[in-house]
């Protein structure tokens, strides 16, 4: 499943990996609860990835790349409902008890033990597309705005609304299969602040100091790489993951994103892009677990000042409290109910965690 080099724990964790850190942020059961019984946590989220089984089904359908696509697209729906039920009944079967980690590993161990690769693969490439055009115009915009607190923020909504292109949430893939997703709209139409977790005004107060040196974040969308051009004076770190899963960018696919963007002479924007670095997180989850990391991003990360972890599945399911040697930034969309009632939030809320490391 993961990237066959060796996987090492992500260094910049300041959590002892062998003892407290745990990658999942909600906490599924507890040490009283009957191993044998599924807690009523556990019970809401099986039902959450039941839910979303009929649209990943349809897309693997889809999937001109697999032969006898269909049938092969309800196995995978069959044989994935019925792990779901085996973890109503026993949640230690298979591999459990379960938690998104493993509701995701099992997901995506039976879409390719089926032959789907990338059933995301063409919205993927669709969607994609729609966002290198919508680049140029989105920094134009943003370097319009004369306040760099003001600059700062508009691009800050810009990551959300690039955040809510998620097929993994089986409310926002009908609405995408319906209607689609503007990235300008989805700006304008954010759920007000304060926000559930909202930090914001204090992450600008530091980014006027300009303190950072490198940066490290996994992700793209128009949002966070117009973030990354602004700052390309120090070092920027995009790490992606090793193999697809759902709608997310593969290592791969971020570099050919890169040089699409890049104009004649290499350059972003007309920024140089020699300190703009891709890395392969060994990831294959839309969630992530930093006690395995690649060696590459390992080595990348080491000497960074600030981490950013952008998405529901990385900065707000998995690692919320996360803490880190160095600066660290959660950004995020509540797209579950299961996860904005957890936070005590609206659905489609926004998340921005900053934790500042004060240095004696």
């Not at 995978?76 to 230690?92: G, N, S, V």
């Not at 926000?195 to 966070?224: C, E, M, N, Q, Y």
């Not at 392969?280 to 960074?304: C, F, K, T, W, Y």
């Not at 996860?339 to 005590?344: D, E, I, K, R, W």
Request: aromatic share 8%.
């Amino acid at each position: 499943m993961e990237s066959a080099s060796e996987m090492v724990a992500f260094p910049l964790l300041t959590t002892p990996i062998e003892s407290n850190y745990r990658a999942c942020t909600i906490p599924y059961r507890f040490p009283s609860d009957n191993p044998r019984k599924p807690t009523p946590t556990e019970l809401s989220w099986i039902d959450l990835f039941y839910n979303s089984t009929p649209s990943f089904k349809k897309r693997a359908e889809s999937d001109a790349s697999v032969a006898d696509a269909p049938a092969r697209a309800e196995k995978f729906a069959q044989r994935y409902t019925e792990i779901l039920e085996d973890l109503k009944k026993d949640p230690e079967s298979h591999g459990g008890p379960p938690d998104c980690i493993l509701l995701c590993r099992l997901r995506e161990q039976v879409l390719r033990e089926l032959g789907f690769q990338d059933i995301f693969k063409k919205v993927k490439d669709e969607e994609n597309a729609k966002a290198i055009s919508l680049f140029e115009n989105v920094v134009d915009l943003n370097d319009a705005i004369e306040d760099e607190v003001k600059r700062v923020e508009n691009l800050i909504r810009g990551i959300f609304a690039g955040n809510i292109f998620d097929l993994g949430s089986a409310q926002l893939a009908e609405v995408f299969s319906k209607d689609g997703m503007s990235f300008l709209a989805s700006c304008q139409n954010l759920v007000p602040r304060p926000w559930v977790i909202d930090d914001l005004d204090a992450f600008k107060l530091k980014w006027t100091k300009k303190s950072w040196k490198k940066r490290v974040t996994p992700a793209w969308d128009t949002g966070l790489l117009s973030l990354c051009s602004m700052q390309l004076v120090l070092r920027v770190v995009l790490a992606a993951n090793d193999l697809p899963s759902i709608n997310d960018v593969t290592y791969t696919e971020l570099i050919e994103i890169i040089s699409r963007l890049k104009d004649k002479n290499g350059q972003l924007k007309g920024v140089d892009t020699s300190k703009l670095l891709i890395a392969n997180s060994g990831n294959d989850l839309p969630v992530i677990d930093l006690s395995r990391v690649s060696q590459e991003l390992a080595h990348l990360a080491s000497d960074a000042d600030l981490v950013i972890l952008e998405g529901m599945g990385r900065g707000i399911e998995t690692n919320l409290y996360a803490q880190f040697k160095c600066d660290s930034l959660k950004i995020g969309m509540v797209k579950h109910p299961e996860v904005a009632q957890f936070l005590g939030g609206r659905l489609y809320d926004c998340v921005f965690k900053y934790n500042e490391v004060l240095l004696s």
